[in-house]
């Protein structure tokens, strides 16, 4: 039986499910632990809400790769210009309304 390493800490659910597709896309088997806790938000601190992913021993090497290259590329942060929300820099469209990013340039 092989062992389950964390690898990385998603800052919400909806990142660990992006990375998690990622990572299974590439045939490499992906558990999520602590993603029950977004039920609990607003009750706990917001560092508690983090969702880690777990991968087998065999793929630690190929999925820290992966993830070395997803933090590369990610970009900062921002808040939608229409309805003030948070948004992760890989999201191109606001998570809660729709309204496209604007470059900041």
Same mark, same amino acid.
């Given at each position: 039986?092989?062992?389950?390493? /964390?690898?990385?800490? /998603?800052?919400?659910?909806?990142?660990?499910?992006?990375? #998690? =597709?990622?990572?299974?896309?590439?045939?490499?088997?992906?558990?999520?632990?602590?993603?029950?806790? &977004?039920?609990?938000?607003?009750?706990?601190?917001?560092?508690?809400? $983090?969702?880690?992913?777990?991968? #087998?021993?065999?793929?630690? &090497?190929?999925?820290?790769?992966?993830?070395?290259?997803?933090?590369?590329?990610? #970009?900062?942060?921002?808040?939608?210009?229409?309805? =003030?929300?948070?948004?992760?820099?890989?999201? $191109?469209?606001?998570?809660?309304?729709?309204? $496209? &990013?604007?470059?900041?340039?």
């Amino acid at each position: 039986m092989s062992q389950w390493h /964390a690898i990385y800490r /998603a800052g919400n659910s909806l990142e660990a499910h992006l990375l #998690k =597709g990622a990572l299974e896309v590439s045939g490499i088997e992906v558990q999520l632990q602590g993603e029950a806790l &977004a039920g609990a938000l607003g009750e706990l601190p917001a560092n508690a809400i $983090e969702v880690t992913l777990l991968v #087998k021993h065999s793929h630690l &090497a190929q999925a820290q790769q992966i993830l070395l290259n997803y933090q590369q590329q990610n #970009k900062p942060a921002w808040y939608c210009q229409q309805c =003030g929300e948070h948004n992760a820099g890989s999201f $191109e469209l606001c998570w809660q309304c729709g309204q $496209e &990013a604007i470059a900041n340039d």
